[in-house]
């Protein structure tokens, strides 16, 4: 079987020198980065960290990587370390902000900070006219860009284009239809199969904001605390909590919960199986193994049939064993390290498709005194979904503001002592916790003087 050496490549991708390792190992993986170790004799040309290399196995170019690292024993060995390229967008840096636009358009503003511009979106695989909010602290591209993909539906994978001057990203559905085949007596010399229940949930009790016994519940909404899935009549009943304090209404928290159930639903299950690709010596696609695919086991011995995702390809020596591979299945694709406020985020997102997110804006100036209060009126219409709320009070010289009420409930000094305050948990709701439509009335209650006050909310609205 003849593979293709690596190349060794300039900033502007025109090859230096091929590249004869004496030991080659790729790692790829669904969720980036992958990334590879290459072992070059001594007798190498030199290879820098930051320099460009294109990879190939037994199935062609596995991608142009970037190394990361170098471990060099003088006139012996170097060990050299890379990453997919889609690394090289850690060397941009976007300021916080909120994107509230069209994906393609929230995906190409992210690109555009990039100081060389390396890479471009190319396909998206869902309607044109959806829209993600989405917000960022500060941070590199790379980081900002994952997690505007973590909002996404969890059946999208990253597919690349290096093949031009200027790379090309896709955000491509992930096919569900079986594209290869292992048996044990054909391509798999071993399977470890492992089932992992210790995050199975069939029943979750969550909670929203407030304090102790008083917080947004599903009870207003369902009538039980609880919303429960159909994998209860197979697994029976396993109940879970969760609780997030910014979640302040019940049909949020009900569709959070709805989101927790089918990440929690069904065991983990993990396979891993030494396997060797054959399809360059049968010319079969069903003996090629291809990351982001579903692959069919037939296991007789176990008696067993299974149905799973390739999530990583391990290639340990590409050379030395062409076609080797140890391939990683998995049922759930990623988890998240706080994954209640990705299911928010989610949530929110789910509602922009088909909306539009803009800010309402009022603004008020009245005298008033510590019993007669500056009213300050706005409205939130029928429709709306509030996702901010907040207030600019900025008194008079000398003015100041003695107690501050929305909707007749008491705001605590500590919320508006800075001038600026988070109106959202004091508004008032409807039994479920939604947002009442209509008129909200802020009294400002000034020492004796005049009040500069402005209340904008951040909105989603059907278009």
């Not at 009943?237 to 919960?257: E, G, K, M, P």
């Not at 069919?296 to 799973?308: D, G, Q």
């Not at 008020?364 to 706005?378: D, E, I, K, L, Q």
């Amino acid at each position: 079987m003849s593979i293709r050496l690596p190349r060794l490549l300039n900033e502007n991708q025109k090859e230096l020198a091929r590249l004869h390792p004496s030991r080659l190992s790729l790692d790829l993986r669904l969720r980036p980065l992958s990334t590879a170790e290459m072992q070059l004799p001594a007798t190498e040309p030199a290879v820098a960290v930051r320099d460009l290399v294109e990879l190939y196995d037994e199935n062609g170019s596995a991608g142009i990587f970037r190394v990361t690292s170098i471990d060099d024993q003088p006139g012996l060995k170097r060990k050299v370390y890379l990453e997919h390229g889609l690394a090289t967008l850690s060397d941009g840096f976007i300021p916080a902000m909120t994107i509230s636009e069209k994906l393609r358009t929230a995906v190409n503003r992210i690109l555009g900070y990039q100081p060389y511009i390396r890479w471009q979106l190319g396909d998206v695989d869902l309607p044109e006219e959806t829209t993600i909010l989405f917000t960022t602290g500060h941070a590199n591209l790379l980081t900002a860009l994952m997690k505007l993909i973590d909002l996404l539906p969890s059946s999208l994978m990253l597919d690349f284009d290096q093949s031009g001057s200027i790379w090309t990203l896709h955000l491509r559905a992930m096919n569900d239809a079986d594209a290869c085949e292992g048996r044990l007596t054909r391509n798999l010399s071993s399977v470890r199969i492992s089932t992992d229940a210790s995050d199975l949930c069939t029943r979750v009790y969550p909670y929203g904001a407030g304090q102790g016994t008083e917080r947004i519940s599903l009870r207003p909404l369902l009538g039980e605390d609880y919303i429960q899935s159909d994998a209860a009549a197979v697994w029976g009943v396993i109940s879970r909590t969760f609780t997030n304090s910014s979640i302040f209404d019940a049909a949020t928290l009900q569709a959070v919960a709805q989101k927790y159930l089918e990440r929690h639903g069904e065991p983990t299950v993990s396979v891993t199986a030494n396997a060797i690709d054959l399809s360059s010596a049968t010319g079969e696609s069903a003996d090629r193994f291809h990351l982001g695919r579903m692959c069919r086991l037939a296991l007789p011995e176990m008696s067993t049939v299974l149905h799973e995702r390739i999530v990583a390809l391990k290639r340990t020596d590409v050379y030395g064993a062409p076609g080797l591979t140890a391939v990683t299945l998995s049922n759930r694709i990623s988890d998240t390290a706080d994954e209640i406020a990705d299911m928010l985020h989610e949530v929110i997102a789910d509602k922009t498709i088909g909306g539009r997110v803009r800010d309402v804006t009022t603004a008020n100036r009245a005298s008033g005194t510590s019993t007669s209060p500056v009213v300050h009126y706005f409205r939130v219409e029928s429709g709306m979904t509030v996702l901010s709320c907040r207030a600019l009070l900025d008194p008079d010289s000398g003015v100041s503001i003695t107690s501050l009420r929305l909707d007749g409930t008491d705001i605590p000094r500590a919320s508006y002592g800075s001038g600026v305050c988070d109106l959202l948990p004091y508004i008032k709701r409807t039994s479920t916790g939604a947002i009442s439509t209509g008129r909200h009335t802020l009294s400002i209650y000034p020492s004796d003087g005049a009040v500069n006050s402005t209340v904008t909310m951040q909105v989603i609205e059907a278009v």
